[in-house]
């Protein structure tokens, strides 16, 4: 039923911002827990953030301070606002619907790179 994509990466430098959106199709999402996963190359997907259906968040311990994950219902968009951004952080970032259903976006290219 409902459709998520990703948009806002790029190629940045170190130090730098980027913000991520994900972007809802659907009638689910206003009432989804969703989270934003990144995979680097060669390397396990791992849990960024998640923002409940109330607004509560969590984040990974790699991103804390540097990373806001947000919502709008209004615009059916989920953002995931990256600042101070490192090398480390380069990955294909990925949003989830956790639920009623799962349902994940397509990903979008972060690069950190000088």
């Known amino acids: 039923q409902v459709q998520l994509v990703e948009s806002g990466g790029g190629l940045v430098q170190p130090g730098g911002s980027l913000r991520l959106s994900c972007a809802a199709a659907?009638?689910?999402?206003?009432?989804?827990?969703v989270s934003w996963y990144r995979q680097a190359p060669g390397k396990e997907r791992e849990l960024v953030a998640t923002?409940?259906?109330?607004?509560?968040?969590n984040y990974a311990d790699s991103v804390k301070g540097r990373f806001t994950i947000s919502r709008d219902n209004a615009k059916n968009t989920v953002y995931l606002q990256m600042n101070s951004l490192k090398t480390e952080d380069t990955a294909v970032y990925y949003c989830?619907?956790?639920?009623?259903?799962?349902?994940w976006g397509q990903g979008t290219q972060v690069t950190v790179s000088s």
């Open positions: 989830k619907q956790i639920g009623p259903a799962v349902v």
């Open positions: 923002i409940s259906s109330g607004g509560s968040t």
């Open positions: 659907g009638f689910t999402f206003r009432s989804s827990a």
